[in-house]
Structures are given as structure tokens and as C-alpha cells.
């Protein structure tokens, strides 16, 4: 009989993912795995698999923490470009309090994206969601007058998507102030 499990798997990704995002994929070796969870090389590969198998639930944890975190702003009270102002704002925050490791997914797009198929497949799903909840807010303010209604809200939603992964980018290297006039260019487009 084999020896119970000694922690919590899902802890064990919430630590993967931390340790995915400061250092990547390629530079994350399954010893700094070991050492970041606290467990042996055999519960590591008996509960995960493989260090890929870790990074892909890690990858999706953090894509389904993203689009709750922007959703949760964009589906709040308020008017529709104070919310999608605070969504961008939000975005920004994260990347730039979180010791400028920028967004994980978008540090995975550029480490993998090119030769992983699965990793931008993952990447490119959190892109979408997060273009998606954009456009259902333009549209709402461009319904409600808040949003000149002459623009394609499937082209705004991609400024706003792509100002985002922009941002994430800078942060890994600029203030905040930085970002705060990116998102005060955005908003005045709209």
C-alpha cells in the first residue's frame, strides 16, 4: 500500500504557477519544482506526470484567474468606460504590483508561442475571453451612448486587448504612471 499523498495538489499548481511566472517555462528545471513545492521528484511525477503536465494546469489556472479578475470589473456597477476603464486599470495593477513579472500568459506567448503549439492555443484562449468581455461592454455602451457607436466594437475590443498585453510587456520595465497615461489614451479613443 502506497503512502497517503503528503499535500495538496491543488496548492502544489498555485506554487507552480508562481514559480512558472517568475523564472518561465524553459528556465523552470523539475529540481526548482521540487524545491518550490516542497515535495519529492516521485510525487511530483506519480501526481503531475511531467513538469509540462504541471505548467499546463498552471497555465490554465492562471487563464481562468485572469478572465474572473476582468470579468468581475467589466460586469460590476458603475458606467460602461469607468468600467472598462478600472478593467484595463485592473490589468495594469496586476501586472506591475506583482514585482513586474508582467502577465504569465503573455510571457508564455512570447518564451513559447512560436514553437508550442498547445502552449498558444492555451495563451490565444485567454486572449479571446478577455476581446470577448471587451466587445459585450463596447457594445453595451455604444447602445447606451457612452461609446460612438460609428466603431466596430470587435476592432475596439482588439485595441483594448492589444493595449493590454502592451502593457504587460511594460511593466516589466516601466512605472506605473506609464501605463496609467496608456490607459488614458485608450479610454479617450473610445
Given amino acids: 500500500m502506497g503512502r497517503p499523498k503528503q499535500f495538496d495538489p491543488d496548492v502544489a499548481v498555485d506554487e507552480a504557477m508562481e514559480l512558472f511566472w517568475r523564472k518561465g517555462f524553459t528556465d523552470t528545471s523539475p529540481q526548482d519544482l521540487v524545491a518550490q513545492l516542497g515535495i519529492g521528484k516521485g510525487s511530483l511525477y506519480n501526481t503531475f506526470g511531467s513538469k509540462r503536465a504541471v505548467f499546463d494546469l498552471a497555465l490554465r489556472r492562471y487563464v481562468d484567474m485572469r478572465v474572473a479578475s476582468v470579468v468581475e470589473v467589466l460586469d460590476g456597477p458603475g458606467s460602461v468606460t469607468a468600467r472598462l476603464r478600472a ?13 513586474s513579472r508582467g502577465c504569465l500568459a503573455v510571457n508564455t506567448a512570447v518564451e513559447l508561442a512560436g514553437s508550442d503549439k498547445a502552449a498558444a492555443n492555451t495563451v490565444g484562449r485567454l486572449f479571446e475571453r478577455i476581446e470577448d468581455a ?22 475596439l475590443a482588439s485595441l483594448l486587448l492589444s493595449s493590454f498585453i502592451g502593457m504587460s510587456v511594460l511593466a516589466k520595465t516601466m512605472d ?3 501605463l496609467q497615461r496608456v490607459v488614458d489614451a485608450v479610454m479617450a479613443i473610445l
Fill in 176 to 178: 506605473a504612471q506609464r
Fill in 87 to 99: 478593467a484595463l486599470r485592473r490589468l495594469a495593477d496586476a501586472d506591475v504590483t506583482l514585482t
Fill in 134 to 155: 471587451f466587445r459585450l461592454v463596447i457594445e453595451e455602451g455604444q447602445r447606451s451612448g457612452e461609446i460612438t457607436a460609428g466603431c466596430d466594437s470587435r476592432q
